[in-house]
C-alpha cells in the first residue's frame, strides 16, 4: 500500500539532453543518431528549423526515417515543414508526427532547443 502511494506522489522531471552542435546538421537533410537506446532522426529544413523523430518508420518499423525527403505543406492555412518516408512515402508532420496521406500511426516527434548553437532534447523522467 505505503509503494503505490510512493508511485503516485513521484513528479516527474523535465530535463534536456545534449543532442549535437546545429552547424553539424546539412540544410535539407537528415541524420540518425543513437539517443542512450533510441534510434533518432535529427532533421535540419532549408529554413534553419531543427526536428527530432524515431528514426523507425511506424508503417513498418523500418530503421529509414533519417533519409526521408523533407518538405512542407499546407495544414489549415499554415505552412508545415513534412517528412516523406524514403520507402513507400508516407508524409508526416514534423512538428506534431501526424501522418497526412494514409491511416497511419503517427511518427513519434521529440521537443527540441537550439540554445547558443546546441540542440538540445527535452525528456521527462
Ligand atoms: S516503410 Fe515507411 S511508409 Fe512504408
Not at 540518425?32 to 535529427?42: K, N, R
Not at 525527403?69 to 508545415?80: E, K, R
Request: glycine share 6%; with cysteine; net charge negative.
Amino acid at each position: 500500500m505505503s509503494t503505490q502511494i510512493a508511485e503516485d506522489t513521484r513528479e516527474a522531471t523535465l530535463s534536456l539532453a545534449p543532442l549535437c552542435r546545429s552547424a553539424e546538421l546539412e540544410r535539407g537533410w537528415g541524420e540518425a543518431l543513437w539517443h542512450e537506446t533510441t534510434q533518432l532522426a535529427l532533421f535540419r529544413t532549408e529554413e534553419d528549423a531543427f526536428y527530432a523523430t524515431s528514426h523507425h518508420c511506424p508503417t513498418s518499423g523500418a530503421k529509414v526515417m533519417a533519409r526521408g525527403i523533407l518538405g512542407d505543406t499546407v495544414v489549415d492555412g499554415a505552412s508545415v515543414a513534412t517528412v516523406a518516408c524514403p520507402l513507400h512515402k508516407e508524409v508526416y508532420r514534423l512538428d506534431t508526427g501526424e501522418c497526412l496521406n494514409a491511416d497511419s500511426l503517427p511518427l513519434p516527434v521529440q521537443r527540441l532547443m537550439e540554445i547558443e548553437g546546441q540542440l538540445w532534447m527535452e525528456q521527462i523522467k
